[in-house]
């Protein structure tokens, strides 16, 4: 039993992070549950890896981000090819305004799969089971031999996602686009690790309120996703291009600045994940299935989806305030 206690967390964070990056999202109803749990080896098995990585050699929060925005290029890209295959789920409607001949795929479709991936399929179901965590939040939670299965589990879920999307599509992209990427991937890692003896100074002021945080990661997550959206207007495509440059750099600024001040603690970290996981869940009631599912089946996964999302930010919420010490004036720590 203990040992099952000491594992709890890697085995949420393996089931959470499908959950929020396909079913939460709309992507995949009910009747697809089968299929999410064919793709828990990846998304489980890439989260609880770099989750591992960024607690155990990493700089914390830092290196998971960086590491997150690796593996959704290594997903979408090496993996199943979305980012160059025009017949993926009807992509071709999103290389217009913004395409870009050279990397084979367009501007908004590389933000969006960073976005999809980076924050909801990975960090926010870190954030939220490390909220469940308590005095374990920032530790390792397996040892080496742990590591290696995961990872192992990991690679055998990419295998099977490459292997699955190219039976059905015997698709491969140009060598040139899959050397850009692979360039870029690479590049995330080493900054990723590199970065982990840098520690910025911490900064004058009182952190803001847990709520204002989750706020403006509700309003900062949903407006991205109201001004993109992939069609043939070049204006719209654009507008989306810019505003997800905008979120991300005042929100990394921000999230840097409240971070080093007095008062930052777990309940804003929570926050964050917390107005994050609340776009998701307004967003899969527009945003049309891909497996097939009926209008209905839809809207009932939806509505399901949804609840279950919002018990676990309560839940979560309740564990955070319980475990929630405030650190000491001059001492903020940002991991």
């Known amino acids: 039993m203990a040992h099952l206690r000491r594992l709890a967390p890697v085995i949420g964070l393996f089931l959470l992070a499908p959950f929020v990056g396909e079913f939460l999202l709309g992507?995949?109803?009910?009747?697809?549950?089968?299929?999410?749990?064919?793709?828990?080896?990846?998304?489980?098995?890439?989260?609880?890896?770099?989750r591992e990585l960024g607690r155990r050699y990493g700089s914390g929060w830092p290196t998971?981000?960086?590491?997150?925005?690796?593996?959704?290029?290594?997903?979408?890209?090496?993996?199943?090819?979305?980012?160059?295959?025009?017949?993926?789920?009807g992509v071709d409607d999103f290389h217009s305004a913004t395409y870009v001949p050279a990397f084979g795929t367009s501007v908004a479709l590389i933000q969006t799969v960073i976005a999809l991936h980076a924050v909801w399929s990975i960090c926010v179901p870190?954030?939220?089971?490390?909220?469940?965590?308590?005095?374990?939040?920032?530790?390792p939670w397996l040892g080496r031999t742990g590591l290696t299965i995961v990872a192992t589990i990991y690679a055998l879920g990419a295998v099977f996602v490459f292997w699955g999307n190219y039976s059905e599509y015997r698709f491969i992209a140009p060598w040139f686009h899959q050397i850009w990427i692979g360039i870029a991937i690479v590049g995330l890692v080493v900054v990723a690790f590199a970065i982990r003896s840098r520690r910025l100074p911490p900064m004058e002021g009182r952190a803001p309120s847990p709520?204002?945080?989750?706020?403006?990661?509700?309003?900062?997550?949903?407006?991205?996703?109201?001004?993109?959206?992939?069609?043939?207007?070049?204006?719209?495509?654009?507008?989306?291009?810019?505003?997800?440059?905008?979120?991300?750099?005042?929100?990394?600024?921000?999230?840097?600045?409240?971070?080093?001040?007095?008062?930052?603690?777990?309940?804003?970290?929570?926050?964050?994940?917390?107005?994050?996981?609340?776009?998701?869940?307004?967003?899969?009631?527009?945003?049309?299935?891909s497996d097939g599912g009926s209008p209905m089946l839809d809207l009932v996964s939806n509505v399901v989806f949804g609840s279950v999302a919002v018990i676990l930010l309560l839940l979560a919420g309740r564990a955070v305030a319980r475990s929630t010490v405030t650190p000491p004036v001059g001492h903020t720590p940002v991991q």
């Open 126 to 139: 870190i954030a939220l089971i490390e909220a469940f965590a308590g005095d374990r939040r920032s530790t």
């Open 27 to 50: 992507n995949i109803t009910i009747g697809g549950l089968l299929f999410g749990v064919l793709l828990a080896p990846m998304y489980g098995g890439g989260a609880v890896l770099i």
């Open 211 to 289: 709520w204002l945080v989750g706020a403006a990661a509700l309003v900062a997550t949903s407006g991205y996703w109201m001004a993109s959206g992939f069609n043939e207007d070049p204006r719209r495509e654009w507008a989306g291009v810019i505003t997800w440059c905008l979120v991300v750099i005042v929100g990394v600024l921000m999230i840097s600045r409240w971070s080093r001040q007095d008062g930052w603690n777990e309940r804003h970290r929570y926050a964050l994940a917390a107005g994050a996981t609340l776009t998701y869940v307004w967003l899969a009631f527009p945003m049309p299935p």
């Open 64 to 89: 998971m981000a960086l590491l997150a925005c690796a593996y959704a290029l290594i997903e979408e890209g090496p993996l199943d090819q979305l980012l160059w295959n025009d017949a993926y789920l």
